[in-house]
């Protein structure tokens, strides 16, 4: 499973990213952008990876414009290879709303994923929108090494040495916030669990509590 997160969580060609625009300055100048990936590489990267017969979803219509917050809300359920993982989305129109659910879903299994937490101020146009494209901060995971760096052979690691998926999930979270400038925090709530959790429940409340402060 881990090379099938390994391969969801790839980042996007910028060109496959959309900018939406959450907040202007008073002066209209500037503006705060969030990034999220096109619903068709979504869709074409739940392929690639899973085979058009290794993913399904599903959608449910919470709320219509007309009964609260004058938006749409729709829950995805969204399983790839067995697994499954819900989030709700919402949008001024229907289709808007269920696209932002299957986006928040496939977040959940790494897609997109590193492009939570990266809101920018870009230079604004009252007219046109953001004067310049902004530019995606990829995390270490993501950064590749030049062909021309020398590398030194690592001997794989045994059974005993492999951490079980959880922990890496929580290492890769850790490694995350140290970027998001919330190495500190993060050490906090590590620490109240003494690592990774003395069971399974622990290990869950500890990803949960990251997955919080990373949110915000």
């Known amino acids: 499973m881990n090379d099938v ?19 202007l300055s008073k002066d209209k100048k500037r503006a705060l952008v969030v990034p999220s990936v096109n619903v068709e590489a979504v869709l074409d990267r739940l392929d690639e990876v899973a085979g058009p017969h290794g993913w399904q979803d599903t959608y449910e219509v ?35 709303a269920f696209a932002d659910a299957l986006q ?14 990266q809101e920018q101020w870009v230079d604004h146009d009252p007219e046109t929108g953001p ?3 902004p530019q995606v901060q990829l995390g270490r995971a993501h950064k590749k090494v030049p062909p ?33 400038g919330l190495g500190k925090q993060a050490a906090q ?7 990774y959790g ?10 949960g509590e990251l997955r919080a402060l990373l949110k915000g």
């Open 148 to 180: 021309q760096a020398p590398t030194r052979p690592e001997a794989p690691p045994t059974p005993l040495e492999a951490k079980p998926e959880p922990q890496e999930l929580i290492d890769r979270l850790i490694e995350r916030l140290r970027e998001a």
């Open 104 to 117: 928040r879903a496939a977040a959940k299994f790494g897609v997109g994923r590193y492009l939570l937490g």
């Open 5 to 23: 997160w390994d391969m969801l969580s790839e980042p996007f060609p910028p060109e496959e990213l959309q900018w939406r625009v959450k907040e």
């Open 198 to 207: 003395k069971h399974l429940d622990e290990t869950r409340k500890l990803y």
């Open 62 to 96: 919470l709320h219509t414009p007309a009964h609260a917050g004058g938006l749409y809300a729709v829950k995805c359920r969204l399983t790839v290879m067995d697994v499954a993982k819900e989030d709700v989305g919402e949008g001024e129109s229907l289709k808007a």
């Open 189 to 195: 709530i590590v620490m109240k669990y003494g690592g």
């Open 131 to 133: 004067t310049h494209p």
